[in-house]
């Protein structure tokens, strides 16, 4: 703490700036540290509060606006590559249009102090084509409160930062390899279960043209639709398809035949969600239960190529 303090220092409206951007940006960096640090700076009077807020708030803005026109100009395909990259792929965009669609302008303010969700909101409101002027007005008080937060933090409890800065300091590198290693264990863990997760269920998942196939012969098929349910209300998916939340399958709130194939199909990268409620339903005596391959995108591919 005391090398933070001493570095902000220095260089404090550019690290304030830089370490906001990079979270905001979406990499796995959080800033709060650097936040909490220029609050007690500023109770110390060696930074200017005003300073670190505008450059939080800056910071937000700067990002979040990259991030809202690329959801307008490219959908789909962004929220698809920061899925890809997070450590939750199957839940971050189900989770973000579920907060979107509960609290929606709220959503953007909450949205600031939840990891994995600051990034996925902006994009999401691109695609809503919701106006710009509106959400920069919004995304305004979020950054706002979530700069305010840990400034004012830092900046009230500075004498208590000070005492822990000072206890780091004498434990020396040894807390800061502890804490890189539980962070790696972490994220290591957190890699091999998405990894089992999806080898267990590589096998068997089912094609777009066996599903046709399946369909055509009149077989027995129930398909179950496990997006958003802004995602579903908004685009349409495969004919006949049930909607149901991944919740909706845990708690069985509704009877899924057992006669017959079940198809489950989502928008998520790698067909995560799917695969995850395929295994809880295997697990809960279905036997003939398959991930559609490439989801909700393959079928679309398919439409268009059809039409």
């Known amino acids: 703490m005391t090398d933070a303090r001493e570095f902000l220092t220095h260089y404090g409206a550019p690290i304030v700036f830089g ?11 959080p800033a709060f540290p650097w936040l909490l640090t220029a609050g007690a700076l500023c109770a110390a009077g060696k ?13 937000c803005l700067l990002a979040d606006g990259i991030w809202f026109y690329l959801g307008r100009y490219q959908g789909a ?68 409160l979530y700069g305010g937060t840990f400034i004012g933090l830092g900046y009230f409890f500075s004498g208590q930062l000070q005492q822990i800065g000072s206890a780091l300091s004498r434990i020396g590198s040894s807390a800061l390899c502890l804490v890189a290693g539980v962070a790696a264990a972490y994220i290591g863990f957190k890699y091999w279960q998405r990894r089992r997760l999806l080898d267990e269920l590589r096998m068997a998942r089912i094609t777009v043209d066996d599903l ?45 035949p057992r006669d017959g194939e079940v198809v489950v199909y ?42």
């Open 47 to 59: 930074f200017n509060f005003t300073l670190a807020m505008a450059m939080s708030l800056l910071a």
């Open 19 to 29: 370490s906001v951007l990079v979270e905001q940006i979406g990499l796995p960096l």
């Open 212 to 256: 046709r196939g399946m369909l055509g012969a009149g077989q027995n098929v129930v398909i179950l639709d496990l997006r958003s349910s802004e995602e579903f209300a908004a685009n349409a998916g495969i004919q006949g398809a049930i909607h149901l939340s991944l919740d909706d399958v845990k708690e069985g709130r509704y009877k899924i």
């Open 77 to 144: 395909k962004v929220l698809n590559f920061l899925c890809r990259i997070s450590l939750e792929p199957d839940s971050c965009v189900r989770r973000t249009q579920n907060v979107f669609t509960k609290y929606g302008w709220r959503g953007i303010v909450i949205a600031k102090f939840v990891p994995g969700i600051s990034t996925v909101t902006p994009p999401l409101a691109g695609m809503s084509k919701m106006n710009a002027v509106h959400f920069f007005l919004i995304d305004s008080a979020g950054a706002l």
């Open 266 to 307: 989502c928008s998520c990268p790698n067909e995560a969600t799917a695969a995850r409620v395929a295994l809880l339903l295997r697990r809960s005596g279905f036997t003939n239960v398959r991930p559609l391959l490439g989801g909700i995108d393959a079928w679309k591919e398919w439409k268009a190529a059809e039409a």
